[in-house]
């Protein structure tokens, strides 16, 4: 008689915490230890391979979906003790709740970048591409579910399956797209504001239609069910819309701008979430839909939404997605794509996927009269696949819907699609520069000084806007004047982090950069700060934000100051000020920053070294009382500086002290100083003395400019002179001063960027409360003397570096 076979033991549950090796216990035999490290190690693949993969421009979507295939039984998961060792089965459940966490909380931030009014907005033209982008995908995904039914994925629900293959390949991935287009700069162009519009169409669309997809994918088999699901889900969401938006709009208008968010609002919020998740789970459509239906409601304006992000962003973004990506890839075993049959099914779900999107898009873009090199562009960035992709293909995999080898074929379309996108839009779309008709003034020194001076002042953070302002103020000039324009440009970093493309949201039409016109309500801050200056002021002030990657700022800066005419782009130096006095770096990289722009830049340049002028505040043009000086030494970026004192002069509350080197003639050889009263024709004079002799004849009928001349021997004295006028509000230099005296300073220079005299100025050993503004002349040529430095400043900073 047989035996019985011995009855099945399932291994003991997980402990939370080990009591420690001393005690004999194996810290990976625990639930918390071994996600530890499960987390440690995906944290550390996927940051190298993006950091790998950066020179090739691709979104970090794509490195984590790669990192968690390398986890899986795909690469490293072939060994056996690895994988039982660092993943073992008991895990699994810790290991996709964590997963599952993090992604309701990240879908909550998705539903954030969604802005219902934008979608109202869509004009026609973005609709249709949007609806052609879905339909076309969706009839061909459901044309290739009928060949993967015949060969691999035979004896699965054909219903559900249809709608899983339509969904999984007429997707767009909104984050993911939005990201590519910020990073190649496209946000502002035609075809990167109707990407962005339809792409926001399909990711609502591609919600609904995997809401549809997971209520016929059931347990059971009764349409009725099917229908209970998507009549419950509808309900929820037509709830949400009538009792969320007032509950939100309440806390958003409790919460001011500046002001902290109260805890109780964020705390309230994030409830709200997962109450939201937990009720759609229960009626059978996933806990995401509900996190994502929060976020699309939370109003955007205002610093709550904000807030959220801020509290929420970092932790999920930086910790829990990540384990998505493994819990993903640990599904995925491209070893199961064997033989001919299943590698021409992988091509085929590529060609169809790429062929439907791609071809639908082109189709009626050209019906919608879009450029053809446009069309095709907007075709591929519409191809774009991601995280919501693997959501979807996720859920079919664990609702028995997609096998195995189908799971791991659809997850590797995705990253094929998602991994071309950049470099075929960067070889197809080159956006033709804005034709750019060659302007005159180019600088503020000119003949005709009555013409309008225009200028671009950039700004990182509220702390420079006082100063600024004050800035702005002094140099109107006089009513005279077709008066001063001002475009100030505040520069925000395109980080890694998710929130950078809300930031985009915030400034209207996803502009980069984008000019807010006088008409446009804007509660933000340094928007409200401008506007009201210009309300008080004769100065035309358009306030502005350019989001970019550090790296490629000064592009931004340039270009905007080519479109928009500038005589004179003003830079934040790169240190601020602490309260001993002493200079401390506020980001190395705004340096690369400030002396891209001085080498490329199309007008002249000025950096200013803020130290408070005028205080913390802005000072009406009746309380201005400033003394400026202006260090004339000679040269191109001297003259630049002596013409821009010459306007400030112009300010009533403004003292002018122009104060000229020149060199001891027994130093000098005998060499004979020009009498700049002498009546001999200017043309004769060297453009120095001519400025200087139109200056002189200035301050016989205006009280408010002083001259003086100093002869000096040597550096050491020409520090002493300049130290004689430390007690003024502003000093005025030149970046490369010419002449004999500035010969005998010292070149070389911490800060190259800023010049001889501007680095003497804010040495420690020279104590003033005194702003420095040290300006760059426009030369289509810049002399050797000034490129060497700053080229020379940027080798010594990476020798340093490393």
Known sequence: MATPAAPLKCPPPMKATSNGVFQGDDPLDYALPLAIVQICLVLVLTRVLAYLLRPLRQPRVVAEIIGGILLGPSALGRNEKYLHTIFPPKSLTVLDTLANFGLLFFLFLVGLELDPKSLRRTGKKALCIAVAG?????????????????????????????????????ITAFPVLARILAELKLLTTDVGRMAMSAAAVNDVAAWILLALAIALSGTTSSPLISLWVLLCGAGFVILCIFIGPPIFKWMARRCSDGEHVDEIYVCATLAAILAAGFVTDTIGIHALFGAFVLG????????????????????????????????????????????????????????????????????VSLLCKMPMQEALTLGFLMNTKGLVELIVLNIGKDRGVLNDQTFAIMVLMALFTT?????IV?????????????YKHRTIERKDTSKQVRMLTCFYSTRNIPTLINLIEVSRGTEKREGLRVYAMHLMELSERSSAILMVHKVKRNGLPFWNKGEVADSNQVVVAFETFEHLSKVSIRPTTAISPMNSMHEDIITSAERKR????????????????????????????????LQHAPCSVGILVDRGLGGASHVSASNVDFTITILFFGGHDDREALAYGVRMAEHPGVTLVVVRFVVDPEVAGGSVKIDINQNSSLEAQPEDEVLLSGLKQRISKDGSIKYEERTIKDGAETFEAIKSYNRCNLFLVGRMPEGQVVAALNKKSECPELGPIGNLLISSE??????????????????????????DGESSEGNESN
Request: glycine content about 8%; proline content about 4%.
């Open 766 to 791: 020279f104590s003033t409360t005194a702003s420095v503004l040290v300006v760059q002349q426009y030369r289509s040529q810049l002399s050797q003397d000034s490129l060497s430095s700053l080229e």
């Open 296 to 363: 699309v409601l939370v109003p955007k304006e205002g610093p709550f939404a904000g807030a959220l992000v801020e509290k929420v962003e970092d932790l999920v973004s930086g910790l829990f997605l990540p384990l998505y990506f493994v819990s993903s890839g640990l599904k995925t075993n491209v070893a199961t794509i064997q033989g001919a049959q299943s590698w021409g099914l992988l091509v085929l779900v590529i060609f169809t996927s790429c062929f439907g999107k791609i071809v639908g898009t082109i189709v």
């Open 566 to 597: 500038v005589a004179m782009i003003i830079l934040p130096f790169h240190k601020h000020q602490r309260l001993d006095g002493h200079f401390e770096t506020t980001r190395t990289d705004l340096r690369h920053v400030n002396r891209r722009v």
């Open 134 to 170: 879905i339909s076309l995908p969706f009839v061909l995904g459901i044309g290739t579910s009928f060949a993967l039914r015949a060969t691999i994925s035979k004896g699965v629900n054909q219903g559900p399956f249809l709608v899983f293959m339509g969904v999984a390949l007429s």
């Open 419 to 423: 991994f071309i996108t950049t470099p």
């Open 426 to 438: 960067i070889s197809i779309y080159k956006p033709a520069k804005l034709a750019v008709t060659e």
